[in-house]
């Protein structure tokens, strides 16, 4: 395909907030994740015993006036980390040049602002939710990408993407097929899920969450840590081949249509997905130099995946989770880890993975997988990312004219 440029690009996770708290962390190895503090009152009293990649700072995030009916956990992180790594100003390069009818928002998000119908629901006045958690489309799923085109101006086609946790990496298709059929010329993509009560004991009720940091690839791993985090890419086509921006140059989607949560067991979804990415690229697998696994460190998961991997890359790839990070941010995590990938690319940090101690590596792990951290330049970054029901998303990231190597 034609490849997109990303002009800009950012992530807030529990590593910090901006590009470069990202990229300090991944290289100190310093993981962001904390025991269970999430919750205050009644829900404090019955907190999961986990740990959780929290974002520090967004409970006191400020909403502007006019978007202030919107005020909500999910908003006033989504509105966070716009305000990161120059995309409020990208916006306003790519609304000047094309105009904002000619701009597509494409979002992911898991649960979307859940967590205020929640809280709604224990602060009822009588039979009517309390008056300031009353604006209808706040309870929409819907409500991320309403908030989003209020935030920025932008007045092209608007979507909400909520395929789990495929969701943010899903974007990244859906923009280009938009700019490849000339719907719009540019695209914000991105993600933003919230901690909230339906996720922490949600999945726990599956029995998906650890109580211990999670061990990815790890034989003794026993599920996730969850997390939050919201981030943006800016897409737009590429007139000059010469353009030094990094690029998008292929995905990959598939349906496992195995089961409703678990990933077929060898794999097979997962690997067409990647195989579509990297056709759609153009490239051969050997190309790939780093590949962010989706590696959520449940039992199903990681076997599932490394079969994939094995199957279909040479000894010499480099593939890891960085969920030791940052945890399962769920529907952030497509646009949190295609960030990781293209720090990656562009830094020649190939993150390994966090453990608390020595690694025992899951049977099914082939030589791809890796634990420890390497630095080389690469040609291409690949990210994976899979959601319930079987919904894999699969990206493939490359240098600009200029960068190339």
Known sequence: MPPV???????????????????EALHARRSGLRRNDFGDGASADARLDTWIGRVDGVEDVVLPSELAPFDC????????????????????????????????????????????????????????FPIDLREPLLHTPHSLGHFLQRATGLRG????????????????????????????????????????????????ALGLV???????????????????????????RIDDAHDPAPRLCGYGESSDAHHMSSPHPEGLGARLAMVDAIARAGILADDVGYLNLHGTATPANDSAEALAVRSLFGDALHASSTKGWVGHTLGAAGIVESVFALIALESGLLPGMLHAGEPQRDPACGPQIRFDDVERDIRYAMNNSFGFGGNNASLVFGHGSHGER
């Open 5 to 23: 440029a990303i002009r800009a690009y950012t992530a807030t996770t529990a590593l910090g907030h901006g590009r470069e708290a990202q990229a």
């Open 73 to 128: 956990r999910n908003h006033r992180l989504a509105w966070l980390a716009l305000r990161q790594d120059g995309i409020l100003d990208g916006i306003a390069a790519l609304r000047t040049r094309h105009g904002a009818e000619r701009v597509a928002i494409v979002i992911g998000t898991s649960t979307s602002s859940i967590g205020a119908s929640e809280e709604a629901y224990t602060r009822l006045d009588g039979d009517a």
């Open 157 to 204: 086609p608007c979507v909400t993407v909520a395929t789990a946790c495929s969701s943010s990496a899903k974007v990244f298709a859906q923009a280009a097929r938009l700019i490849h059929a000339g719907v719009v010329d540019a695209a914000l993509v991105g993600g933003v899920d919230t901690l909230c009560g339906s996720v922490l004991f949600g999945f726990n």
């Open 210 to 236: 650890s109580r211990h940091p999670c061990l990815p690839f790890d034989a003794r791993r026993d599920g996730l840590s969850l997390g939050e985090a919201g981030g943006y890419a800016l897409l737009e």
